[in-house]
């Protein structure tokens, strides 16, 4: 006959055992003793207890994440070098039993670091004698007497790793990769060995692509077939070909496998990009008027790559046609020679204009910071104002006309791409041109255009830009230099705060451009949070003038910037301050300013 318990001793056995079967919800976790956010984070990153807030748990599950938590905490500071840390573990309980809550307090003392107290490095065989090479071990840390963190080690080791292989040592391997540590010595011990194994060169280059003539691209490839194996040369014919702009995917491959006496074949393949790219789109502006502008662009026109691109701007009162046709430069610098035809027609309140120019050029990359062209311009334009002097309507104005053949030297610098992380950036451009009275011009002529625009970002939170503008013009004949040769000043990217072409000297309340020009600007940006939108406080300065010392016009404004996906958009408002047309002006652009 099976006994049964008595009702009072299983009520006994409930009450005993309900500490196991109690519930508690944990609210939060505090990490205290530590101020570095990496080290903090790294914790959050490994503590399970994280993965349990907000959750109700048992008392027996709490006790034991509780239990690990100490050790958790220990191993997620050893990557940073500290291997003895001293971590308590609190839980402070508020609210009933049927409703408990736990704020988990971690109390952290990191200890003595461990440090590097032996580092063995070497590379065998022909990589040993590498300039380079030499260089990474020297420069490998952590060094002796530093702390032993991991992340610094594993970039060091990364960073020799890949120098193997970006100089063709594609034979290495490792022959001692050991850590020791200490952690009563509170020491660290580093032994790497490479063995190297030869250095292979570069084999025979083959382009697979279908629509280009045969040897046509091979003229990218500068280096000799035989010379000594650089990843740099590779890098060096993919940005050649992406600046073709003929290729939607460019994968160019080294093929260490198929060596044959110690050349590598490297194989280029290729895909088409559409042919042909059509553009179409509205604008606005206060002296232009409304207009659209249309664009059709033939990437190839045939198997030598040829292209041909069209671009229709037609407004109100301006308009504006650009036609070139541009065949790839190969020989000394990548680059282009290029045909073009550019004609205008501007009908304003003030001046009627209409400008036709034949323009042969060859650009050229000349290093990763600096492109050129040179050029050789042949122009005709004739202009009439609808205003004298004193701002009197004119009935019949007087057209002037004008012809100027000059060559023209252009020197473009950018020291950090967009997208690049580096903090600071500068950009300018040098322009140089000229021409003589007699020779294809109607006045001798000689005129340098600099501009230079710096930026220095502060974090993602803040930037500082800095802008500059300095022209001038050695004629004795300003008077027959049509509008197109004058420098102006005034309006976005000159002196915000007075309309496009306001500054400088008049016929009446327009702009007659000068011989000279300079422009300076100053503006901080702040974006709250680091977050896409921000706001932008400017103060820009500068003149268009023909003589003497500038008498310089000043504004000042504030500005809504948005890091928007299709680029930054930029919208400032400015106000003048030497007697501005107009009390504010505004200005809108979307895009990279460089």
Wanted: glycine fraction near 10%; charge should be negative.
């Amino acid at each position: 006959m099976r006994r049964t318990a008595p009702l009072a001793t299983l009520i006994v056995l409930l009450a005993a055992s309900g500490s196991a079967w109690a519930a508690a919800t944990i609210e939060k976790v505090r990490i205290e003793g530590i101020e570095d956010e990496a080290m903090v984070e790294n914790i959050n990153v490994a503590l399970s207890l994280n993965d349990t807030i907000g959750k109700r748990l048992g008392e027996s599950r709490l006790e034991y994440l509780l239990g690990e938590a100490a050790a958790q905490a220990r191993e997620a500071l050893e990557p940073f070098g500290y291997y003895s840390a001293d971590v308590q573990v609190q839980a402070n309980r508020t609210g009933d039993a049927e409703n408990e809550r736990v704020e988990v307090v971690i109390r952290v003392s990191k200890g003595e670091p461990v440090r590097v107290r032996r580092s063995s490095l070497s590379i065998e065989g022909e990589g040993g004698g590498d300039r380079y090479l030499k260089e990474d071990l020297a420069a490998f840390a952590p060094r002796t007497g530093e702390i032993f963190d991991h992340t610094t080690y594993e970039a060091s080791k990364l960073k020799i790793v890949r120098r193997l292989a970006d100089r063709g040592y594609f034979d290495a391997d490792f022959t001692q990769r050991r850590v020791e540590v200490t952690r009563a010595e509170h020491a660290a011990d580093i032994d790497l060995a490479w063995v190297s194994g030869i250095r292979y060169d570069m084999g025979p280059t083959t382009f697979h692509q279908t629509k280009f003539e045969p040897g046509l691209l091979d003229k990218l490839v500068y280096w000799d077939e035989g010379s000594y194996f650089h990843q740099g040369k590779l890098d060096r014919l993919r940005e050649s070909l992406v600046g073709l702009d003929y290729f939607s995917n460019i994968d160019i491959q080294a093929n260490p496998d198929k060596a044959v006496d110690g050349r590598v074949p490297i194989d280029v393949n290729l895909s088409l990009a559409k042919r042909t790219i059509y553009t179409a789109g509205v604008s606005y502006g206060s002296e232009s008027g409304a207009g659209i502008r249309m664009g059709v662009d033939r990437r190839y026109l045939n198997s030598r790559g040829h292209k041909l691109s069209t671009q229709l701007d037609y407004a109100q009162n301006r308009k504006t046609l650009l036609t070139q046709y541009r065949i790839p430069a190969f020989k000394w610098l990548d680059g282009w020679y290029t045909l073009a035809v550019q004609a205008s027609d501007e009908q304003t309140d003030y001046i009627d204009l209409r400008h036709i120019e034949f323009i042969g050029s060859r650009s050229g990359q000349i290093n990763e910071d600096w492109t050129a062209v040179a050029s050789i311009h042949a122009l005709r334009e004739r202009w009439a104002y609808y205003e004298d002097e004193d701002g009197n309507e004119l009935d019949s104005p007087e057209y002037r006309y004008a012809t100027f053949t000059y060559p023209s030297l252009q020197a473009d610098y950018l020291n950090a791409p967009v997208g690049s992380n580096r903090p600071d950036r500068l950009a300018g451009s040098v322009l140089l041109r000229g021409g003589v009275e007699g020779a294809g011009s109607d006045a001798s002529f000689l005129q340098a255009h600099i501009r230079a625009r710096w930026s220095r970002e502060y974090g993602r939170n803040s930037a500082l830009i800095f802008r500059g503008e300095y022209g001038h013009t050695f004629t004795s004949s300003l008077v027959g230099m049509p509008p197109s040769l004058r420098f102006f000043a005034g309006g976005d990217r000159s002196i915000r705060g007075y309309a496009w072409r306001e500054v400088g000297p008049r016929i009446g309340k327009y702009a007659l451009g000068a011989k000279n020009v300079v422009t300076a600007s100053a503006e901080y940006e702040y974006y709250p949070g680091g977050g896409p939108w921000g706001g932008a406080v400017f103060v820009d300065t500068g003149s268009a003038f023909d003589g003497g010392m500038p008498d310089l016009s000043t504004g000042v404004g504030i500005g809504f910037r948005w890091r928007s996906p299709i680029g930054p958009v930029r919208l400032d408002l400015a106000h003048g301050l030497n007697d501005p047309d107009s009390q504010f002006q505004i200005y809108l652009n979307i895009g990279t300013d460089l």
